[in-house]
């Protein structure tokens, strides 16, 4: 059984940063893309960004492009998400999630559909 767990939401001031961690088991992790949504009350869920399994290449959406970073420690079997310069608009909850296809390689997914299973979600809160 795949599982996802997150960890690292919290609140913080405009301008701050936080960094959110997620945890997998049950599924070789290093074989797998792993990408983070957002979704805000009333809107859709929304690509934030993703890291191929290998960990060389990550991808990005544009609202976050230079403001987010995302790293995976394979040992850990742990992926993160490094924000910065965090805006009110940021806030959502945040969803890890993991590719659909084993070793799909180069090719990142930018929508909900690319992934299988998913992290319970973890609430961050911007203020102004």
């Known amino acids: 059984q795949v599982q996802l767990v997150e960890s690292g939401g919290g609140l913080v001031q405009a301008g701050g940063s936080l960094r959110l961690s997620c945890t997998s088991s049950?599924?070789?992790?290093?074989?797998?893309?792993m990408g983070w949504f957002r979704q805000a009350p009333g809107k859709e869920r929304e690509f934030v960004g993703a890291v191929t399994g290998s960990g060389v290449r990550t991808f990005y959406g544009d609202s976050v492009k230079g403001r987010f970073t995302i790293s995976r420690d394979v040992d850990r079997n742990t992926v993160y998400l490094q924000m910065d310069s965090l805006k009110p608009e940021d806030t959502a909850v945040y969803y890890c999630?993991?590719?659909?296809?084993?070793?799909?390689?180069?090719?990142?997914?930018?929508?909900?559909?690319?992934?299988?299973?998913w992290g319970q979600g973890t609430q961050v809160t911007v203020s102004s």
């Open positions: 999630a993991i590719d659909r296809v084993f070793n799909r390689g180069w090719t990142i997914i930018t929508i909900p559909s690319g992934y299988d299973y």
């Open positions: 049950g599924r070789a992790f290093k074989n797998y893309n």
